[in-house]
């Protein structure tokens, strides 16, 4: 069984500030893959990032970056620079290699983090 | 930029009557998806849908559920018989199906059962 972990519920923080959210993964999979997903208020569920087990460079995308840890089964994530409009709901999601029944994402509890001004 | 679309975008429904859910997944992709969320939780899977019949499915698509793709654009969930239980947001997802590709999501449609 696939399970995910998100310790935080709820963050908040000033505008500007660096924020990492934290992911905590179980799986039987020697392959699979994580995501970040971004839900903002308006309730639609927005990809933001992806990484696949074998590859464990962490990488930078804009204020994105993303640090991914096979010994410790953690996949986190960071915004550099925090913006108001970073205000949203996130999910970290596992899925094994498709194989058809494994093809489903499942998610984490999901981490609200809030930027005020 | 090529999106997932579903419609209605919010469906008010009696406890007891069917309701039909419609989704459509970006036009080349080959996997479909339907996932849950009930008020203030996280998002569950409910059905994989690919080459025209189920993939996989949760415990929570029960007898009460169906999924159909009618023709080469929609894909569709069906509750027969809603239970005030079945009040959540409901995503639609396609997949292009090279692994590990994301599920792109579409904007869901809320459903209350009252």
């Known amino acids: 069984a696939q399970k995910v972990t998100q310790a935080q519920t709820e963050i908040s923080v000033v505008e500007k500030e660096d924020v990492t959210l934290d992911c905590v993964y179980e799986t039987r999979d020697t392959t699979y893959y994580l995501f970040w997903y971004k839900q903002p208020p308006s309730g639609e569920l927005v990809f933001l990032i992806r990484?696949?087990?074998?590859?464990?460079q962490n990488e930078i995308s804009g204020r994105y970056s993303w640090n991914f840890q096979k010994s410790t089964s953690s996949f986190n994530f960071t915004i550099t620079a925090s913006q108001v409009v970073d205000s949203a709901v996130y999910f970290c999601?596992?899925?094994?290699?498709?194989?058809?029944?494994?093809?489903?994402?499942?998610f984490g509890k999901g981490i609200t983090l809030s930027v005020r001004p | 930029e090529p999106e997932v679309t579903q419609t209605p975008s919010h469906q008010v429904t009696q406890m007891g009557q069917e309701v039909i859910l419609r989704c459509v997944p970006i036009?080349?992709?080959?996997?479909f998806y339907w996932y849950r969320q009930i008020l203030g939780q996280k998002v569950e899977f409910l059905v994989s849908?690919?080459?025209?019949?189920?993939?996989?499915k949760s415990e929570i698509f029960d007898d009460q559920f169906s999924v159909e793709r009618p023709d080469g654009s929609n894909f569709t969930l069906k509750i027969r018989s809603t239970k005030l239980e079945d009040s959540a947001m409901y995503f639609c997802a396609s997949e292009s199906g090279s692994p590990g590709n994301e599920q792109f999501f579409g904007p869901g449609t809320r459903l209350t059962v009252l």
């Open positions: 849908f690919y080459n025209n019949e189920i993939s996989e």
């Open positions: 999601a596992l899925r094994g290699l498709r194989t058809g029944a494994n093809s489903k994402l499942t």
């Open positions: 036009s080349n992709h080959l996997y």
């Open positions: 990484r696949n087990s074998f590859d464990e």
